[in-house]
């Protein structure tokens, strides 16, 4: 069954590190795309990133980047630099299977 | 301000009561969807639209309705509100499946009581 899954439901971090938000997926299709989406307190649903399955280079968007391995299955959304305001729920999403259950990442002063 | 505009952003209902959920965007966009978000459960489809006239089922579509009569509205209609649809409702548009990112409305938070 294709589905999309996030391991983590929540992550802290230091201000100023990276961090590696990781999603792993399941499908037979061969076109796919892959996507990262960012919801604040404020609730709405903001898009980071996209990959495409037979895109050769892993997408990047300012300081995120999706870190595609596409024999593994796994798209892992790589932030760099985190910032207080990164602080948020994070969605992994496969079109047109759906969302995962997200991670809510903290990050601390 | 192009986007996707969901009505209302709040929603107390009775249980039995029925009721719809308005969604609007102006960027042309040919693909429509809407989706529930729960607690722990991240969102799950309840219906989509791939064009006028053409809607089908998600992965939860059971108490709603949908249609699709041009390509910048898609309403949601909940027949017989339960508790179980207690929920935040989003929309999403995007100019097709797959290639695109969507562009979420706001949501609507609807409880059913």
């Known amino acids: 069954a294709q589905k999309i899954t996030q391991t983590q439901p929540g992550m802290f971090v230091q201000e100023k590190e990276a961090v590696t938000l990781d999603c792993t997926y399941d499908t037979s299709d061969q076109s796919y795309g892959l996507f990262w989406y960012k919801q604040p307190s404020s609730g709405e649903m903001i898009f980071l990133i996209y990959?495409?399955?037979?895109?050769?280079q892993n997408a990047t968007e300012g300081r995120y980047s999706l870190n595609f391995q596409k024999a593994r299955k796994s798209a892992n959304l790589v932030i760099s630099a985190s910032q207080l305001g990164d602080s948020a729920m994070y969605f992994c999403a496969m079109t047109p299977v759906g969302f995962g259950t997200g991670t809510r990442l903290t990050i601390i002063p | 301000n192009a986007g996707v505009t969901q009505t209302p952003k709040f929603q107390v209902l009775k249980t039995g009561q029925s009721m719809t959920l308005q969604c609007a965007q102006d960027m042309n966009h040919e693909y429509m969807s809407w989706y529930r978000q729960d607690p722990g459960m991240g969102l799950r489809l309840i219906h989509y639209?791939?064009?006028?006239?053409?809607?089908d089922q998600g992965e939860v579509p059971n108490g709603y309705n949908v249609s699709r009569s041009t390509t910048e509205d898609f309403p949601l209609r909940l027949l017989s509100a339960a508790p179980s649809q207690t929920s935040v409702y989003f929309c999403?548009?995007?100019?097709?499946?797959?290639?695109?990112?969507?562009?979420f409305g706001s949501g609507t938070r609807l409880t059913v009581v």
């Open positions: 639209s791939v064009g006028a006239g053409i809607t």
């Open positions: 990959q495409g399955s037979y895109d050769e």
């Open positions: 999403a548009s995007s100019y097709s499946v797959g290639q695109y990112g969507y562009t």
